[in-house]
């Protein structure tokens, strides 16, 4: 029987993690889903941990395969998938009971393409309650939340699998960084409505640094797919252009622009054309850019006016400030 949900996990040396990332799975309300563990070359005992799971479970199906990043990991979990409906899941981060209920009988009722709900950041000494109430149910204003104030992740919004299926939507590839945010913006711009469930059922572990996904290469390899990514947002706009989507267009390029201009200037010959497109009338709207911090949108404000020679200057004297204060 063709379950109602397939939930894709992409894992890679999670093993720490891993299990209580299952045990909340499995011990959902809703019952009617699958679970596809894809375990892209993990060198711990992540793979054992899978294949335990699918042996005491037919609902967890395991397929491993030689380490290809975590955007080759969750496009052969699409592949596998076989429910009306698919989400992912991280493997080293959990869920409430009803996660997949409340977010199931919420896209039933309402239709939708695409239904999101809120989440919880875990970090070790708190949590922070993420809301996530997209602007309208138009799928044009979700495309402009994602690149204002909705985190782009795949782990809080439950997706027809036949919008991704008929419009032959795939997780670009050889890109491992906001992989996910690519692959939501693509589903937006083929869907028709969004719904919401106003309560938190994802929970987000902040306190480590990987277990989810397989190594991304060098930073060199991450800011080519940056540019990349930026490009093919382009591309999805190519046949379908409005304000919103321009905006949209034009607020996800800010973080890469802002982190080549702090971080990696050897790399702003490749963003040139976008920032020297910046001006005065964009002002409002890189502050209005709410998903980056206040550094980032400083730093796009100062490049609209001054030359990039002496916005170097500045942002040498802020690292060296920011040394000295660490240091001290």
């Known amino acids: 029987m063709v379950p109602r949900i397939s939930v894709i996990i992409p894992v890679y040396n999670a093993e720490k993690f891993l299990r209580h990332c299952l045990d909340t799975l499995l011990a959902q309300t809703f019952k009617d889903f699958e679970v596809i563990l894809i375990d892209d070359g993990s060198r711990d005992r992540s793979s054992n941990i899978c294949d335990a799971y699918a042996y005491k479970d037919t609902r967890v199906h395991v397929y491993h395969k030689e380490n290809g990043g975590v955007s080759a990991a969750r496009q052969k979990g699409l592949e596998l998938a076989s429910g009306a409906y698919i989400i992912h899941v991280d493997a080293d981060d959990w869920v409430a009971p009803s996660y997949l209920e409340v977010l199931y009988e919420e896209a039933v009722r309402t239709n939708a393409d695409i239904t999101i709900c809120d989440y919880i950041e875990v970090y070790p000494d708190k949590k922070v309650y993420k809301v996530q109430k997209p602007t309208s149910t138009s799928a044009d204003d979700f495309v402009l939340d994602l690149c204002t104030k ?107 622009i802002a982190y080549l201009l702090i971080y990696e200037q050897d790399y702003v010959s490749h963003v040139s054309q976008e920032i020297s497109s910046l001006s005065f009338t964009y002002i409002p709207d890189i502050w209005a850019t709410s998903q980056i911090s206040a550094l980032y949108r400083l730093t796009l404000i100062l490049s609209t006016f001054l030359p990039l020679k002496f916005l170097y200057s500045i942002i040498k004297i802020y690292k060296w400030l920011t040394c000295r204060k660490i240091q001290g």
């Open 150 to 256: 909705l985190h782009g992740s795949c782990w809080n919004k439950l997706i027809k699998a036949s919008v991704i299926r008929e419009n032959k939507i795939d997780f670009p590839d050889g890109i491992n960084l906001r992989e996910d945010k690519l692959f939501n913006l693509h589903v937006a711009l083929c869907s028709s409505t969004i719904s919401y469930a106003p309560k938190a059922l994802y929970y987000y572990f902040c306190s480590h640094l990987g277990g989810s996904a397989s190594s991304q290469g060098s930073l060199e390899t991450s800011m080519k797919s940056y540019i990349y990514g930026n490009n093919l947002f382009a591309h999805f706009l190519s046949n379908k252009s409005n304000s919103a989507l321009l905006t949209a267009q034009r607020r996800f390029k800010y973080p890469t």
